[in-house]
């Protein structure tokens, strides 16, 4: 837009063609980035406290699953017994990287619980990936049914306490713009337009 067509345009949409990447958008990314680290690290100190937990009840050994996968994705050496830092490193890694995706939805303004159950989607999809592509791990569906049931409840964990961390600090921003969105017209409607662009990136 020419200086000149934006002196006809009302100063707040004038402002706000620019702002989604100046302004708003590359302020959401950065508060995303350092929140979703943290709600990460939270969720993952969360699943790993249930982990032992439920390893105590049920006798269950610890998974080298993390390990192996990282080992194959760098190209280090593996070795019988893999390293527990190298262990601790894709578990805690992986978990807080992935928070990153919890937060930006929840600036979104895709928060709750319906929001976490859609991240824990996500995770595993995440773990799937990486532990098929290195041949490390096989398609869900084939494992044992009872370490299937264990590897989705801990993953739900994560994402709801991930998502919990990540909603608490994203609402010291205000609501996202879907929820703005949202507020516009209550309820379940199939008609609602979008917002007005100077709207939909805050005041």
């Not at 070795?79 to 190298?86: G, N, Y």
């Not at 989607?121 to 049931?149: M, S």
């Not at 989705?152 to 994203?170: C, E, I, P, S």
């Not at 969105?181 to 709207?199: F, N, S, T, V």
């Amino acid at each position: 837009m020419s200086p000149a067509t934006a002196a006809h345009v009302p100063g707040s949409v004038a402002g706000a063609v620019g702002r989604p990447v100046r302004g708003y958008a590359c302020g959401m990314m950065r508060r995303a980035l350092w929140q979703g680290l943290l709600a990460g690290a939270a969720g993952v100190v969360v699943m790993t406290l249930g982990e032992k937990a439920e390893q105590r009840l049920t006798g269950r050994p610890s998974s080298c699953v993390p390990a192996r996968t990282l080992e194959r994705l760098t190209g280090m050496p593996e070795r019988p017994e893999p390293s527990r830092a190298v262990n601790w490193a894709m578990h805690y890694g992986q978990g807080a990287l992935l928070g990153v995706v919890r937060s930006v939805m929840a600036h979104a303004g895709l928060r709750g619980p319906v929001a976490s159950a859609q991240f824990a989607v996500v995770r595993l999809t995440n773990d799937q990936i990486l532990e098929n592509a290195t041949g490390v791990g096989a398609p869900p569906q084939t494992w044992p049914r009872a370490e299937l049931l264990v590897d989705l409840l801990h993953k739900a964990v994560y994402a709801f306490a991930t998502g919990a961390v990540a909603d608490a600090l994203a609402a010291r921003s205000g609501p996202g713009p879907g929820q703005r969105h949202a507020a516009q017209r209550p309820g379940r409607r199939a008609d609602a337009g979008p917002l007005p662009r100077h709207e939909a990136y805050g005041p």
